[in-house]
């Protein structure tokens, strides 16, 4: 018992199960030895991890340097006794907090989705009877009894098993029900393949069984996840890390440059007060104070923009990631697939048939060489699909709109297979009432059904070719005549259909007199008459297809892992276009086997990975993450969720997703539609975009405010503007004028440009070099008329920081409008296609007259009102930062068309 969790259970017969958990196989635990073991053990429950307090989370959001900066210069200001000045950059601060602990705030839901989903109650043996108790009171060694609709309470190693069936989608991937047995297996069996054991949280579909404990709460499969998701780190976003690194390098040059400034002016004998103030005056300058407010809003909005696209965002910074992926790490079942069992061929009377449509609405048809076959005249045809649909215990259920299997996934895909034929399964029980039926049972991998056919009686059986084929006498032709059973050709349409990555089922039947209503495994087991094949698969998403070519055109890899077989996985990833003939798959049980250096080169070149265990799922993701990667997962199970959490952004399923899975991702699609993903691509490549054109505009601002006082300290003449002023500019200009660059549409092209690369700085250096222009455009012109009002004009002081105020926020309308697009010019992207802009402009430009003209404005800001000679000068300088950009933007483009002519002409 010591070493107990070190077996490999699946590996060891029963009878040493038994003795290595030192249980009873008739009577259970004893109470006494039940009490002992819940004492060592504990109780049958996943530990609940303890989440970050709200407390300490609101105090987090001011954990940056950015904020940092901010809250010095509201210190600094208030020790200045400016308290309205500290006031606002207070409130700007605390603004911030407030909306990012709301939004961001992410509810460590998963490790409670996974404590549910172990029962309330299950039956045991114990001291020699039956007993129903709380599933939380199991211990390693009790015998456990299970029938359909139990949901499995611990990992068991079964005992006893009769046609026993487990639904492990949600742990392994997995389509379709697991078929049990009580065999040993080899030790390097995969988890999906581990058939003699049941996990705990998994469904029992059908049959009955009995197994004994072998693993309880922290130690089960589930449990593990738990664990993986507990430990998987949170993963900072490119923007929160391109934020983080600006932010940095903005404190210390602030710091630097207001500390040189200050020591200059001491060297020079100027007042320490007044050196002191021009050094407030450059920290406010340069702190950008829009900038995470623009961060927050503009991610919020793409929030609503992808909620209105079926993709709901569980934390903010999620929107950004997405446009910076170059990586899809995405489940099949249900994501790509339809999760739903589909009859795509079949074979009868020699012929092969094909079906059209997908999933379990009938909506598509049955044809024969494009035709619709007449079923009079394909009597095997008719005899094949009637077996199927009556030979079946499985119902398609319509809930909410959307149809579902109660019971087999791949019995349905038969009733609807029957129904596109135009055969009614009502009517048919009617014609045939069934007598009698053999379950399946995974030791004889076939089901037969006993029918009332008038005066005789007739059997239909349904199983795997290799059962069924060897108990056919002679076969039906497509007229209903009997003749010889060609074994080659049926062998020849199963490989072909395997090809296909179709699952193969064979149908045969068999007429015997009335003999009271009884079947037996005799009366199947010869005389047979062989009707057909059907073929199945769960088929691709039509909209899947189409959205991993545009993935894949962006320049997004997109990357398959399941749970399910090798083969059917590479069909269908050839299916859906995730890779040509040279697609490179590999199994769980290959990657067992790489070292850590292997491992990451078989991540960035294989496209499909399949029987992958729960901890192979989240050590690719992290083997792309160590290549440099952005990874996105995508996943609906349970066995999805440690990766979902480790991922750069985790994507859960919202319809079949489990709550795990939710808690764990964030972001749900609330479709389960891989094409979501690209609508959501495109929202985060333009809240990207979007929050690049807020830096390039507000940035000038800064710089050129900065530069405006900095020559001014080092000219030795007085202060251009003064800090209250700055906080007008920076303010106003931040919320009237570039907020509303994050309301910009989408640029036409975004999906054709490849990911960003995450190690590519915020600005590049274009970017700069225009940053750097500007600013000094802005910094030149407003120094110019700063003095040139006074020495040519006359004007005062008042007068000529007033103009020198309205300079830079007129430059800085103007400049808005460059940066709409950052390549183009705004004609092209449309005057009227953001009217935010427009609306922000006339306020900006009714703030900036009350500002100046407004007299309770002149005394809170200092300020004087200027006539419309000086007007002229401003927007002599404002245009003159306009029509430069524009030139700079017209040859930069050219000068890439030119090089990008010559590369492919030398090419």
Same mark, same amino acid.
């Given at each position: 018992?010591?070493?107990?969790?070190?077996?490999?259970?699946?590996?060891?017969?029963?009878?040493?199960?038994?003795?290595?958990?030192?249980?009873?196989?008739?009577?259970?635990?004893?109470?006494?030895?039940?009490?002992?073991?819940?004492?060592?053990?504990?109780?049958?429950?996943?530990?609940?991890? +303890?989440?970050? @307090?709200?407390?300490? &989370?609101?105090?987090?959001?001011?954990?940056? =340097?950015?904020?940092? !900066? $901010? #809250?010095? /210069?509201?210190?600094?200001?208030?020790?200045?006794?400016?308290?309205?000045?500290?006031?606002?950059?207070?409130?700007?601060?605390?603004?911030?907090?407030?909306?990012?602990?709301?939004?961001?705030?992410?509810?460590?839901?998963?490790?409670?989705?996974?404590?549910?989903?172990?029962?309330?109650?299950?039956?045991? +043996?114990?001291? @020699?009877?039956?007993? &129903?108790?709380?599933?939380?009171?199991?211990? =390693?060694?009790?015998? !456990? $009894? #299970?029938? /359909?609709?139990?949901?499995?309470?611990?990992?068991?190693?079964?005992?006893?098993?009769?046609?026993?069936?487990?639904?492990?989608?949600?742990?392994?991937?997995?389509?379709?029900?697991?078929?049990?047995?009580?065999?040993?297996?080899?030790?390097?069996?995969?988890?999906?393949?581990?058939?003699?054991?049941?996990?705990?949280?998994?469904?029992?579909?059908?049959?009955?069984?009995?197994?004994?404990?072998?693993?309880?709460?922290?130690?089960?499969?589930?449990?593990?996840?738990?664990?993986?998701?507990?430990?998987?780190?949170?993963?900072?976003?490119?923007?929160?890390?391109?934020?983080a690194e600006f932010s940095g390098v903005l404190l210390w040059a602030i710091l630097g440059l207001a500390l040189v400034m200050f020591g200059v002016g001491l060297w020079r004998g100027e007042p320490a007060v007044e050196v002191f103030m021009a050094a407030v005056a450059l920290a406010v300058a340069a702190i950008p104070e829009g900038l995470p407010a623009a961060v927050t809003i503009t991610l919020a909005i793409g929030v609503a923009r992808m909620a209105k696209r079926n993709a709901i965002i569980r934390k903010l910074p999620a929107v950004e990631t997405l446009g910076s992926t170059t990586v899809i790490c995405s489940d099949k079942t249900g994501t790509l697939t339809e999760n739903q069992m589909t009859v795509r061929e079949l074979f009868a009377g020699g012929v092969v048939y094909q079906v059209t449509g997908a999933g379990y609405e009938a909506t598509g048809e049955l044809l024969l060489q494009g035709q619709r076959p007449n079923l009079d005249e394909h009597v095997a045809l008719r005899e094949t699909l009637l077996a199927g649909l009556l030979c079946n215990d499985s119902q398609l259920l319509r809930d909410k709109g959307r149809l579902s299997v109660h019971g087999d996934p791949t019995e349905a895909a038969l009733i609807v297979a029957a129904q596109k034929a135009g055969l009614v399964r009502e009517e048919m029980n009617r014609v045939l009432p069934r007598r009698d039926t053999i379950p399946f049972e995974s030791e004889h991998m076939f089901r037969a059904t006993l029918h009332q056919d008038d005066q005789q009686h007739l059997i239909y059986k349904v199983g795997a070719v290799e059962r069924l084929l060897d108990?056919?006498?002679?076969?039906?032709?497509?007229?209903?005549?009997?003749?010889?059973?060609?074994?080659?050709?049926?062998?020849?349409?199963?490989?072909?259909?395997?090809?296909?990555?179709?699952?193969?089922?064979?149908?045969?039947?068999?007429?015997?007199?009335?003999?009271?209503?009884?079947?037996?495994?005799?009366?199947?087991?010869?005389?047979?008459?062989?009707?057909?094949?059907?073929?199945?698969?769960?088929?691709?998403?039509?909209?899947?297809?189409?959205?991993?070519?545009?993935?894949?055109?962006?320049?997004?890899?997109?990357?398959?892992?399941?749970?399910?077989?090798?083969?059917?996985?590479?069909?269908?990833?050839?299916?859906?276009?995730?890779?040509?003939?040279?697609?490179?798959?590999?199994?769980?049980?290959?990657?067992?086997?790489?070292?850590?250096?292997?491992?990451?080169?078989?991540?960035?070149?294989?496209?499909?990975?399949?029987?992958?265990?729960?901890?192979?799922?989240?050590?690719?993701?992290?083997?792309?993450?160590?290549?440099?990667?952005?990874?996105?997962?995508?996943?609906?199970?349970?066995?999805?969720?440690?990766?979902?959490?480790?991922?750069?952004?985790?994507?859960?399923?919202?319809?079949?997703?489990?709550?795990?899975?939710?808690?764990?991702?964030?972001?749900?699609?609330?479709?389960?539609?891989?094409?979501?993903?690209?609508?959501?691509?495109?929202?985060?490549?333009?809240?990207?975009?979007?929050?690049?054109?807020?830096?390039?505009?507000?940035?000038?601002?800064?710089?050129?405010?900065?530069?405006?006082?900095?020559?001014?300290?080092?000219?030795?003449?007085?202060?251009?503007?003064?800090?209250?002023?700055?906080?007008?500019?920076?303010?106003?200009?931040?919320?009237?004028?570039?907020?509303?660059?994050?309301?910009?549409?989408?640029?036409?092209?975004?999906?054709?440009?490849?990911?960003?690369?995450?190690?590519?700085?915020?600005?590049?250096?274009?970017?700069?070099?225009?940053?750097?222009?500007?600013?000094?455009?802005?910094?030149?012109?407003?120094?110019?008329?700063?003095?040139?009002?006074?020495?040519?004009?006359?004007?005062?002081?008042?007068?000529?920081?007033?103009?020198?105020?309205?300079?830079?926020?007129?430059?800085?309308?103007?400049?808005?409008?460059?940066?709409?697009?950052?390549?183009?010019?705004?004609?092209?992207?449309?005057?009227?296609?953001?009217?935010?802009?427009?609306?922000?402009?006339?306020?900006?430009?009714?703030?900036?007259?009350?500002?100046?003209?407004?007299?309770?404005?002149?005394?809170?800001?200092?300020?004087?009102?200027?006539?419309?000679?000086?007007?002229?000068?401003?927007?002599?300088?404002?245009?003159?930062?306009?029509?430069?950009?524009?030139?700079?933007?017209?040859?930069?483009?050219?000068?890439?068309?030119?090089?990008?002519?010559?590369?492919?002409?030398?090419?």
């Amino acid at each position: 018992m010591e070493e107990r969790q070190q077996v490999a259970w699946h590996q060891l017969s029963s009878e040493a199960v038994t003795q290595v958990l030192e249980t009873d196989l008739q009577d259970g635990l004893k109470t006494g030895e039940v009490t002992q073991r819940q004492q060592k053990y504990g109780p049958n429950r996943v530990s609940a991890r +303890r989440g970050t @307090g709200a407390l300490k &989370r609101f105090l987090l959001q001011f954990h940056q =340097p950015l904020v940092y !900066v $901010l #809250l010095m /210069a509201a210190a600094l200001t208030a020790f200045l006794g400016k308290s309205v000045d500290s006031s606002v950059i207070l409130g700007v601060v605390l603004l911030n907090a407030v909306i990012g602990f709301f939004q961001e705030s992410k509810a460590e839901k998963a490790i409670d989705a996974l404590a549910q989903m172990v029962p309330v109650e299950t039956t045991v +043996r114990r001291d @020699g009877q039956k007993v &129903r108790i709380p599933s939380s009171n199991l211990v =390693p060694g009790d015998l !456990v $009894l #299970l029938q /359909a609709g139990d949901r499995v309470p611990a990992d068991l190693r079964l005992l006893h098993a009769k046609n026993l069936q487990a639904d492990e989608s949600a742990l392994t991937g997995e389509s379709v029900p697991a078929q049990k047995h009580t065999e040993s297996l080899p030790a390097e069996t995969s988890l999906a393949d581990r058939r003699n054991l049941v996990f705990g949280g998994t469904l029992v579909t059908s049959g009955q069984a009995e197994g004994v404990v072998c693993a309880i709460g922290d130690q089960t499969e589930t449990g593990r996840i738990a664990t993986l998701v507990s430990e998987a780190a949170e993963i900072s976003t490119p923007l929160t890390k391109k934020i983080a690194e600006f932010s940095g390098v903005l404190l210390w040059a602030i710091l630097g440059l207001a500390l040189v400034m200050f020591g200059v002016g001491l060297w020079r004998g100027e007042p320490a007060v007044e050196v002191f103030m021009a050094a407030v005056a450059l920290a406010v300058a340069a702190i950008p104070e829009g900038l995470p407010a623009a961060v927050t809003i503009t991610l919020a909005i793409g929030v609503a923009r992808m909620a209105k696209r079926n993709a709901i965002i569980r934390k903010l910074p999620a929107v950004e990631t997405l446009g910076s992926t170059t990586v899809i790490c995405s489940d099949k079942t249900g994501t790509l697939t339809e999760n739903q069992m589909t009859v795509r061929e079949l074979f009868a009377g020699g012929v092969v048939y094909q079906v059209t449509g997908a999933g379990y609405e009938a909506t598509g048809e049955l044809l024969l060489q494009g035709q619709r076959p007449n079923l009079d005249e394909h009597v095997a045809l008719r005899e094949t699909l009637l077996a199927g649909l009556l030979c079946n215990d499985s119902q398609l259920l319509r809930d909410k709109g959307r149809l579902s299997v109660h019971g087999d996934p791949t019995e349905a895909a038969l009733i609807v297979a029957a129904q596109k034929a135009g055969l009614v399964r009502e009517e048919m029980n009617r014609v045939l009432p069934r007598r009698d039926t053999i379950p399946f049972e995974s030791e004889h991998m076939f089901r037969a059904t006993l029918h009332q056919d008038d005066q005789q009686h007739l059997i239909y059986k349904v199983g795997a070719v290799e059962r069924l084929l060897d108990r056919c006498a002679d076969a039906l032709d497509g007229r209903g005549q009997l003749i010889p059973l060609d074994k080659e050709a049926v062998h020849q349409a199963v490989h072909a259909m395997a090809a296909k990555g179709l699952r193969v089922l064979a149908f045969a039947r068999r007429h015997i007199p009335d003999n009271g209503g009884k079947l037996e495994h005799e009366t199947v087991r010869s005389g047979l008459t062989f009707l057909g094949l059907q073929g199945m698969i769960d088929p691709p998403r039509p909209e899947a297809i189409e959205a991993v070519a545009v993935c894949r055109g962006a320049g997004i890899a997109v990357k398959m892992i399941t749970g399910d077989h090798l083969s059917t996985a590479r069909v269908i990833a050839q299916q859906v276009g995730l890779a040509g003939e040279d697609l490179v798959a590999v199994s769980g049980k290959d990657l067992e086997k790489l070292s850590d250096a292997e491992f990451e080169a078989i991540a960035e070149r294989a496209t499909v990975f399949a029987r992958v265990a729960p901890d192979q799922k989240y050590r690719l993701v992290k083997a792309l993450q160590a290549r440099g990667h952005i990874v996105a997962m995508t996943g609906d199970g349970v066995n999805d969720a440690p990766a979902l959490r480790q991922a750069d952004i985790g994507i859960a399923m919202g319809i079949t997703g489990t709550d795990a899975a939710k808690g764990a991702a964030d972001m749900v699609l609330t479709d389960d539609n891989f094409a979501s993903i690209k609508a959501a691509v495109e929202e985060g490549r333009s809240v990207f975009s979007n929050l690049t054109k807020f830096i390039v505009w507000t940035l000038p601002t800064n710089v050129g405010q900065a530069l405006t006082i900095l020559l001014a300290v080092l000219a030795g003449i007085t202060l251009p503007i003064l800090p209250v002023q700055l906080l007008w500019v920076n303010m106003t200009t931040a919320v009237l004028l570039g907020l509303t660059l994050v309301f910009e549409p989408r640029e036409s092209g975004i999906m054709s440009l490849p990911p960003r690369d995450s190690k590519q700085p915020i600005l590049t250096v274009p970017l700069l070099m225009r940053t750097g222009l500007v600013s000094l455009i802005m910094a030149t012109g407003a120094t110019f008329l700063f003095h040139w009002v006074q020495s040519a004009h006359g004007q005062s002081l008042s007068e000529a920081r007033t103009t020198v105020v309205n300079t830079i926020v007129m430059t800085q309308l103007l400049y808005l409008f460059n940066c709409r697009s950052l390549n183009r010019s705004m004609f092209s992207v449309g005057v009227f296609s953001n009217p935010w802009i427009l609306r922000g402009c006339a306020a900006m430009l009714a703030a900036q007259m009350l500002f100046t003209y407004a007299p309770f404005m002149n005394q809170l800001f200092q300020t004087t009102p200027i006539g419309a000679q000086a007007w002229l000068h401003i927007l002599a300088v404002a245009g003159a930062g306009y029509g430069v950009v524009g030139f700079e933007k017209w040859v930069r483009v050219r000068w890439a068309q030119r090089a990008g002519a010559l590369s492919a002409a030398t090419t």
